[in-house]
Nanobody, 121 residues
Framework: QVQLVESGGGLVQAGGSLRLSCAAS????????MGWYRQAPGKQRELVAG???????NYADSVKGRFTISRDNAKSTVYLQMNSLKPEDTAVYYC???????????????WGQGTQVTVSS
C-alpha cells in the first residue's frame, strides 16, 4: 500500500527551528512533485512549499527566507526545515505528493496524516 508518513512536528518557542520529514512507502514506479501544506484552526489549507522531481522549489510568501524544502530521491523523502518560527506558523502540516503506484496507470495524489506544529510566543 502506497502511503506518506510524516514525522518531526512538535512544540517550539518563537524563533526556534523544527524539521519535518515525509517518507513515501510502498511499491511505486516514480515520484513527481512533493510538497507541504498547512492548516491552522478556522483557516483553509494552504501551500507552504513544493519541490519538483527536478529540484525546482516554490514557497509561500509568508515562509520565504525562513523555510527550506528539500528531497532525497533515494529515500523517497521530502523535508521541510523551518527556522525563525513564529506563532502564526502554528498549524497541522500535511505532506502531499504525486506518486505512481505500480498498480495504477499514472500518478495519484496522496496526503500524509498530518503533524502538529505549535509555536509559542
Amino acid at each position: 500500500q502506497v502511503q506518506l508518513v510524516e514525522s518531526g512536528g512538535g512544540l517550539v518557542q518563537a524563533g526556534g527551528s523544527l524539521r519535518l520529514s515525509c517518507a513515501a512507502s510502498g511499491c511505486m514506479f516514480r515520484i513527481d512533485t512533493m510538497g507541504w501544506y498547512r492548516q491552522a484552526p478556522g483557516k483553509q489549507r494552504e501551500l507552504v512549499a513544493g519541490i519538483t522531481s527536478g529540484g525546482n522549489r516554490n514557497y509561500a510568501d509568508s515562509v520565504k527566507g525562513r523555510f527550506t524544502i528539500s528531497r532525497d530521491n533515494a529515500k523517497s523523502t521530502v523535508y521541510l526545515q523551518m527556522n525563525s518560527l513564529k506563532p502564526e506558523d502554528t498549524a497541522v502540516y500535511y505532506c502531499n505528493a504525486d506518486l505512481w503506484p505500480i498498480a495504477r496507470n499514472g500518478y495519484v495524489n496522496y496526503w500524509g496524516q498530518g503533524t502538529q506544529v505549535t509555536v509559542s510566543s
